[in-house]
């Protein structure tokens, strides 16, 4: 796929495992994510993960960094696609070098058109996100502001004639405002599934069996306080009246029952999959 843009790169340097990348999607967002840009973004690449598709992104902070780590959690295959060369000190940025190990050791890849040698700079990242762009049948952006880095690898979508996708976001956020203008001016395909992706580019998808988990009072109690946004949990505690305790046992089996996300930060939001089991 690569091959077929009109300034695709020269020559690449990899580590890792560069057989077998395709069908593959990539997936890009803001680095500042709000939490329902993180919940998006995490459901969006663990369902695409369970369909095999290769994930490629930039490995950056937020959006980038979510889908990476999901694709990992659900024995997945993703690519980053760096700005800087591929020499332990110049991966970038430093706070996701053990990240890269990770994808490297679960027979993902590092891909790089700069020498190994080479820092990161400024200019080196809106170049390469057009690597990111032809590597893809798709790109996804997710959460973007209005003149946001990951607008770059949209334009590079179009231009590649590959299918870009956007998902809505609120109207009053700024993170939100670049996907919701690429909707709006038509060109990008809402999104609000997988599933979505899958049937634009003609990948079956595949079926799996969802058992409906019978839910506790507690866990519809903290399902419906879910609902409008992701809360802490204090304000949990607060709002349900549990103890401590208690709380964090029924939280722990809602997690591993796939119902709730956790966010980090002991910041808890609903898994948008489950939402119609209750």
Same mark, same amino acid.
């Given at each position: 796929l690569l091959k077929k843009i009109k300034n695709a790169p020269f020559l690449l340097y990899?580590? +890792?495992? %560069?057989?077998? =990348? /395709?069908?593959? %999607? /990539?997936?890009?967002g803001t680095r500042k994510a709000s939490n329902y840009g993180k919940i998006i973004a995490e459901n969006l690449s663990k369902k695409l993960t369970e369909n095999k598709i290769v994930l490629i992104s930039g490995m950056a902070i937020g959006i980038d960094t979510i889908v990476h780590k999901t694709s990992l959690k659900n024995n997945g295959k993703t690519v980053a696609v760096l700005g800087s060369g591929l020499? *332990? #000190?110049?991966? !970038?940025?430093?706070?996701?070098? #053990?990240? /890269? #190990? *990770?994808?490297i050791k679960n027979k993902g890849a590092? =891909? /790089? *058109?700069?020498?190994?040698?080479?820092?990161? @700079?400024? !200019?080196n990242f809106p170049l390469r996100n057009r690597i990111i762009a032809g590597l893809s049948l798709g790109t996804i952006i997710i959460e973007s502001k209005e003149k946001g880095g990951s607008l770059i690898t949209a334009k590079y979508a179009l231009e590649y004639k590959r299918k870009?996708?956007?998902v809505? +976001?609120?109207i009053n956020s700024p993170v939100s405002? +670049? @996907?919701?203008?690429? %909707?709006?001016?038509k060109q990008a395909q809402l999104i609000t599934d997988a599933k979505d992706v899958l049937d634009v580019l003609k990948i079956k998808a595949h079926q799996k069996e969802e058992k409906n988990v019978p839910l506790s009072e507690k866990e519809k109690m903290i399902l419906k306080i879910l609902q409008k946004s992701p809360l802490h949990i204090n304000e949990i505690i607060r709002k349900t009246q549990l103890d401590y305790s208690e709380l964090s046992t029924t939280l722990t089996l809602m997690e591993l029952n796939n119902l709730i996300i956790n966010l980090g930060n002991? *910041? !808890? +939001? %609903?898994?948008?999959?489950? =939402?119609?089991?209750?």
């Open positions: 990899y580590k +890792g495992d %560069i057989k077998n =990348i /395709s069908p593959s %999607i /990539s997936i890009v020499s *332990e #000190q110049n991966i !970038y940025p430093k706070l996701n070098w #053990q990240l /890269s #190990q *990770e994808i590092l =891909i /790089s *058109e700069y020498h190994p040698n080479t820092p990161p @700079a400024p !200019y870009l996708f956007a809505p +976001g609120n405002v +670049g @996907a919701n203008n690429l %909707i709006k001016n002991m *910041e !808890y +939001g %609903i898994n948008l999959d489950k =939402i119609k089991f209750f």
